[in-house]
């Protein structure tokens, strides 16, 4: 019996390939279990047409994941960090942080599709692989710049906030006491 295979079936072949089985195991299991169709010349021109159809629908995937990489490529990230002392920096750039910066640029992608191998703890220049697709790889140019923290500037103006809060709150007390 001469079947035509719809999807990949293990010891006997591919989706697609034509293949001579027993007539047992092409009644009872692989037409059943929809794995096959008979290959007759009927059968064999619709499944080469619908082939042609998604081969033409992928094709059209991969050259819109292109454009996007070709877009990606164009554009350059740039993230300021808190860093302490030492040059450490306080968290990590993570890859929901890189695709709201893309998405300030104009290029729209899925942070599951950014590949951080290892976390971003550092000053610095990177190259970040987004998978777009199965085929189509782009990279992300990410400028890390550290921003030390100013600890001098942060105590005189946590100091001056209080006041107004204090003499809004004498002003209440005032108020109520009249």
């Known amino acids: 019996m001469k079947l035509l295979l719809k999807e990949d079936v293990d010891g006997l072949g591919f989706c697609g390939d034509e293949v001579e089985v027993k007539d047992g195991y092409g009644r009872n299991f692989l ?4 794995k096959a169709l008979l290959a007759t010349p009927n059968n064999l021109k619709a499944f080469n047409h619908q ?4 081969q033409g629908k992928v094709t059209k995937v991969i050259a819109a994941a292109q454009a996007v990489a070709d877009e990606i490529a164009k554009v350059t990230c740039l993230v ?4 302490g002392d030492t040059g450490k920096m306080f968290g990590s750039v993570t890859a929901q942080e890189v695709a709201d910066l893309l998405k300030g640029q ?22 970040i692989p ?11 140019k990410l400028v890390v710049e550290g921003e030390q923290e100013a600890k001098e500037a942060a105590a005189p103006a946590e100091s001056a906030e209080p006041s107004p809060e204090v003499e809004q709150e004498g002003d209440a007390e005032e108020e109520t006491g009249e």
């Open 31 to 34: 037409i059943p279990k929809g």
């Open 51 to 54: 082939k042609r159809v998604v």
């Open 80 to 83: 300021k960090k808190k860093v």
């Open 106 to 127: 104009g290029v729209e992608v899925d942070r599951r599709k950014i590949q951080i191998a290892e976390p971003i703890k550092k000053a610095g220049e990177y190259k």
């Open 130 to 140: 987004v998978k777009l697709h199965s085929e189509v790889t782009a990279e992300i």
